[in-house]
């Protein structure tokens, strides 16, 4: 559990004991974890994506978008938080250290008219993936400041924050020697930097056409 409020130090809560799977019932998605004192509700109001990312002799990579945005409700203790929420699932049966890119940069832009969700790799191979409310946009490419969306429209973040900047192995639970060494050797010098950024969406000639907000990552390793 990461909660970070502005001005403040980012707060995390791991645990090992066992919560809840998230329970799925048509286009609402529940979830509460009695250890880390939280529970949610994500009810959809845009169309799932779903992609094979990866398919090679090693294994798979399947991404499935189940809510591109949500209007989320979260509780932990006496604060509830309501807005614009995400869900995804990801189904990897490639270890880590076999992944064919060194480089994962992914995010998504949230605001009352547009879901933006793109996902970059880079290493053995390079491959990109950019979604506008549901629909893939192949000239789409990643910018120093945001998004080129290949149609003349331009994403902008602004007013950016770090929500995580350290190495993956320190967000590693307490567990068993053995299973931190595991992890270890799976995650290697993963090194995670996760911002959160006001975003604005721009027409070709700079006319704002949208703002919302946009939490997105790069992991080096």
């Known amino acids: 559990l990461l909660r970070s409020a502005v001005g403040a130090r980012p707060v995390e809560t791991r645990s090992l004991r066992r919560s809840q799977a998230p329970q799925r019932d048509g286009n609402v998605i529940t979830w509460r974890s009695a250890p880390l004192g939280v529970s949610g509700t994500w009810c959809a109001d845009t169309v799932p994506i779903a992609a094979p990312l990866l398919d090679n002799e090693d294994g798979t990579i399947q991404w499935n978008c189940l809510m591109p945005r949500a209007d989320a409700r979260v509780t932990c203790g006496d604060e509830t938080w309501a807005g614009h929420g995400y869900v995804e699932m990801l189904h990897v049966t ?8 060194r480089t994962l940069r992914w995010g998504r832009h949230l605001s009352e008219r547009h879901a933006v969700v793109w996902i970059e790799w880079e290493g053995e191979i390079h491959r990109r993936w950019v979604w506008v409310d549901g629909v893939q946009q192949a000239a789409a490419c990643l910018t120093a400041t945001g998004l080129d969306l290949g149609d003349g429209r331009t994403i902008r973040f602004s007013a950016s924050r770090d929500l995580r900047n350290q190495p993956v192995e320190a967000n590693l639970p307490a567990a068993a020697a053995p299973v931190r060494r595991r992890l270890r050797l799976a995650i290697g010098g993963m090194q995670e930097h996760k911002l959160l950024s006001r975003s604005s969406l721009l027409a ?18």
């Open 94 to 101: 490639i270890s880590p250290n076999r992944l064919p890119f």
């Open 204 to 221: 070709a000639d700079g006319a704002p056409l949208d703002t919302g907000w946009t939490i997105h990552e790069e992991v080096t390793w």
